[in-house]
């Protein structure tokens, strides 16, 4: 089974969690492919499709959610499952956060059969505002690897009793 791991992400933070969900998919024994959220042209050649984006002032990134815009009848016809990153804390991690306005209606818009919310990463030396004045206080990071390698399990799951249902 094919996977593709696409994102939006500024400060590459959300990048790295593709990079990590993929490779925990990748220990499930699935085929997996990460590339931004831009350089997407075609979904058709996946089995799956998981998107993340990273959450500026409760909105997703401008890439992932044009993304899903782009590809809304492909992604309609795949398994997909969307994430977010951002929480600037150990939230994430303690308990579900449901996901924002504008993501859950991207979810709806594409029948999303799950979303998850990481912890972000931002860096003591972040640049612009309010990023800038977010670090002064706020910097760290906040992925946490068990996390990642939970959903990661949970979506190989799904998808190998997809494939064996002949769904």
């Not at 992400?9 to 931004?36: H, P, W, Y």
């Not at 309609?76 to 969307?82: A, G, I």
């Not at 994430?92 to 993501?103: L, S």
């Amino acid at each position: 089974m094919s996977v593709l791991v696409t994102y939006g992400s500024k400060r590459g933070g959300t990048a790295g969690l593709a990079q990590m969900l993929a490779d925990r998919l990748r220990d499930e024994g699935l085929a997996v492919e990460v590339i931004a959220a831009p350089e997407v042209r075609d979904v058709d050649a996946y089995d799956a499709v998981v998107i993340g984006g990273a959450l500026y002032a409760n909105r997703w990134h401008r890439d992932a959610g044009r993304f899903v815009k782009r590809q809304t009848g492909q992604l309609r016809r795949h398994p997909t499952y969307l994430f977010s990153s951002g929480p600037l804390d150990d939230s994430a991690t303690q308990q579900e956060i449901i996901p924002v306005k504008g993501v859950k209606s991207l979810m709806e818009r594409v029948g999303a059969r799950g979303h998850v919310t990481f912890g972000g990463r931002l860096s003591p030396d972040a640049k612009g505002f309010p990023a800038k004045a977010m670090a002064k206080k706020r910097s760290g990071d906040w992925r946490d690897h068990d996390h990642v390698r939970t959903w990661a399990r949970q979506l190989a799951s799904e998808l190998r009793a997809e494939v064996t249902q002949g769904g």
